[in-house]
């Protein structure tokens, strides 16, 4: 689960009792410096720091670290190489620290205004300045200009007479769907459930709405208005695949006035190049569409679309799947072509 998905829980759920935060690993670990989760007062975890085995030690601190309100470091060193416990059952050799922190006063509120500014398309940085070991933190918020994918991170410097951590929170991704067609279904459903904001645009509501599409988002438009409507960026992914020719043709040239993060054509080379005439083919359109595993139908079709949204999000675009092909000398214009 993604760092957004965390800020939601605590935005949403006042149940929500202590952060954790990944703030150090050295050598291997399942996840890496700046994975945060939240434990619940009843139990229970949203998100996760480990395949499931550090969760359950974590889970006894909440009580303490709630009651106290102050914050708190936990260390799992796997390194030993006699350790059959913890090395074994989380698959690292690493040591990782966790930094516990209850969830009020000046957290909250700063994780609320992190939320906030997410929402509005803002890269936000919180920065956590330690005094008195860990129990005593300091929280500042930063706007960055930074504009690769992800959602967290974290480094640590180590300033005279004083520890300073920071955390960078990225907008989700927003995937932007044209086409409210049957076969649009799984593909939404992959991608929102894979990290992306997704929106379902389409010209017919009794296609485009929340019963057929439920817990994203849908704009209702012809093509002409949705351009404006969406306000595109340079981090939007577009699919475009509504199968009818003429909406398509209208929506891909409003959308060309803008530099996308990602667009993806659904059709024929032939049906895809009656599309760009009097355009240039810029870098980030993807036509023919998704990754070539020789998918048939929608569902696999919607696998090879977003393996092909996550590889360009992880910046591995152009490599395994893609690249074999290609080196086979296999007609990669055949995957995703309806």
Not at 304 to 315: C, H, N, Q, T
Request: aromatic share 10%.
């Amino acid at each position: 689960m993604e760092a957004y998905d965390i800020l939601q829980a605590v935005e949403n759920n006042t149940g929500a009792r202590v952060l954790a935060t990944v703030i150090h690993v050295e050598g291997h670990a399942y996840r890496k410096q700046g994975t945060v989760m939240l434990l619940m007062a009843d139990g229970s975890t949203v998100g996760t720091i480990s395949p499931g085995c550090l969760e359950g030690d974590l889970a006894a601190y909440v009580p303490g670290v709630w009651e106290s309100q102050k914050p708190q470091m936990v260390e799992y060193d796997m390194r030993p190489a006699d350790d059959f416990g913890w090395g074994e059952t989380i698959g690292c050799g690493g040591l990782i620290r966790i930094l516990l922190e209850p969830l009020a006063g000046e957290l909250l509120v700063n994780l609320l205004v992190v939320k906030d500014r997410l929402d509005h398309g803002e890269v936000v940085e919180l920065i956590r300045t330690y005094a008195d070991g860990y129990s005593d933190i300091r929280y500042a918020l930063q706007g960055s200009g930074i504009e690769e994918e992800g959602f967290s991170a974290t480094s640590v410097v180590r300033e005279p007479f004083r520890l300073v951590t920071s955390t960078l929170f990225m907008p989700k991704p927003r995937v932007i769907v044209f086409g409210a067609n049957p076969d649009a279904i799984p593909l939404v459903q992959m991608a929102a459930s894979s990290g992306f904001r997704v929106v379902v645009a389409d010209w017919r509501e009794s296609f485009c709405n929340a019963e057929r599409f439920p817990g994203v988002e849908t704009m209702v438009a012809f093509p002409e208005s949705l351009v404006e409507k969406l306000a595109l960026n340079e981090r939007d992914y577009v699919v475009i695949m509504s199968h009818q020719f003429e909406k398509d043709t209208a929506f891909f040239r409003g959308i060309m006035a803008y530099h996308l993060h990602y667009l993806g054509i659904m059709g024929s080379k032939e049906r895809t190049a009656r599309m760009l005439e009097g355009f240039e083919r810029p870098d980030w359109l993807h036509a023919p569409i998704g990754l070539n595993i020789g998918s048939e139908g929608a569902f696999e079709n919607a696998v090879s679309i977003v393996s092909e949204l996550i590889a360009i999000k992880r910046g591995k675009h152009g490599a395994g799947v893609w690249s074999a092909s290609l080196a086979h000398g296999r007609d990669v214009g055949s995957f995703c072509s309806w």
